[in-house]
C-alpha cells in the first residue's frame, strides 16, 4: 500500500495588503499492488484534489476552483520467460 499528499500555496509575485488573490492546491492519494508469484501483479489507486481560487479582493471565483477525482488500475503479466 501506498499513500501521497500535496499542498501548493499560489500568492501574488508582488504582495500588497490591497491583493488577497490565491490559489491553494491540495490533494490525496493510495494505491494498492498485489504481486502474485513473480509472473502477474496488479492495483489500484485513487485520488482527489481540490482547487480553491480568491480573486483580489479575496473573494471565492467558483468558475476556476474545483474538485477532481480519479481512479485507476493496472495489471502486468509476464508471458514468457522463468
Known sequence: ???????EKQTPRVESPDRKDL???RGLGAAVQLVLDPR?????????AIV??????????????TTIYSIGGFANARIIGP
Open 52 to 65: 480553491d481560487v480568491k480573486n483580489a479582493q479575496g473573494v471565492a471565483v467558483p468558475d476556476r476552483s
Open 23 to 25: 490559489v491553494l492546491n
Open 40 to 48: 502477474f501483479e496488479a492495483g489500484v489507486n485513487v485520488a482527489r
Open 1 to 7: 500500500m501506498k499513500a501521497g499528499a500535496e499542498y
